[in-house]
């Protein structure tokens, strides 16, 4: 599916027909990709992506993400969909701290 990806290299929007394309090929996943786009819920830290979840938020690290399903069944998911989609097309909020220093004022 790396076509898809190339296709989308440097847009600002995602057409009607791609849309159908992500819907059909990646099914709920794409679906849910999409809306976090939408919905601006991807942002761009210094040192990771962070997707906003219904119920929380998840690092997404390369191929790797911190929610349930991709660390049970060790499968891609849609947060890393959702993520893969932004870098393609630059839709993602950039912010510019480092998620790890979150962690230390969380704390």
């Known amino acids: ?23 059909f090929t990646y099914g709920t996943r794409g679906i849910k990709a999409l809306v976090a786009l939408d919905e601006e819920r991807v942002k761009k830290y210094l ?3 962070v997707v906003q979840g219904a119920t929380s938020e998840y690092i997404i690290d390369e191929d790797f993400c911190t929610c349930g399903d991709f660390l ?3 499968r891609g998911c849609w947060h890393l969909l959702a993520v893969r989609l932004a870098r ?7 912010v510019d701290l480092w998620y790890q220093d979150r962690w230390k004022r969380e704390s």
């Open 47 to 49: 040192d990771f992506f």
């Open 88 to 94: 393609a097309t630059g839709l993602f909020e950039p």
């Open 72 to 74: 049970y069944r060790g």
């Open 1 to 23: 599916m790396t076509d898809l990806f190339i296709r989308l290299s440097g847009k600002k929007e995602i057409d009607i027909a791609t849309r159908e394309e992500i819907r």
